[in-house]
């Protein structure tokens, strides 16, 4: 099981326009890049469900979580507002990227970042946050992330889950890389 991040396609000079998601991948020889890739419906549970994030086409500020069981398929969005504190008011059109970054018992643990629209709601009016959506009920984890003091944008990944179920957080620092945890 891996992820692919469709960095290169049939054109190497589009970098991003291969494909991407989760895949049972295969190999068929000795080497890398010597097998295939079967795209998954989204990050699978251990309860058979397949969990996916994206943003929603007609609003960027809705995150649709995909659920896909048994032939069954399932969308609950939930809308992203990110509101200002001085002074205190909705702010339309906040920019929102979401990434389903690791699995859970019954969930995703997806890194979120938001970017206002807006110039005037102060220094952190926007950033990263930990979203954590699950298939059995639970309620949402909705929480705000440390910033680094290095700019993460090359980091492929910046959530983990233990053996324990605890998620992680790595954090690009000045003195090397540092890992956050939340527990179960």
């Known amino acids: 099981m891996g992820r692919v991040l469709g960095w290169t396609g049939d054109d190497p000079t589009v970098l991003g326009s291969g494909p991407s998601g989760f895949a049972r991948l295969e190999v068929d020889g000795p080497g890398a890049g010597s097998g295939s890739a079967t795209f998954l419906a989204g990050i699978p549970l251990a309860d058979g469900t397949s969990m996916d994030v ?15 069981r048994a032939g069954l398929d399932a969308i609950q969005p939930i809308r992203i507002e990110l509101a200002g504190v001085r002074p205190a008011r909705a702010v339309p059109g906040a920019n929102v990227s979401v990434r389903a970054d690791a699995s859970l018992a019954h969930g995703v643990a997806v890194y979120v970042v938001v970017g ?26 909705w929480l705000r992330l440390p910033e680094s003091e290095l700019t993460d944008d090359n980091m492929v990944r910046h959530l983990t889950v233990g053996p324990d179920g605890s998620v992680y957080l790595m954090l690009a620092e000045r003195d090397g890389m540092h890992l956050l945890r939340r527990g179960p």
């Open 116 to 141: 206002p629209s807006a110039n005037d709601l102060g220094p952190h009016a926007g950033g990263a946050w930990l979203l954590e959506v699950f298939d059995d009920g639970s309620p949402l984890v």
């Open 54 to 68: 994206g943003i929603d086409r007609v609003d960027p500020q809705v995150v649709d979580v995909h659920f896909t």
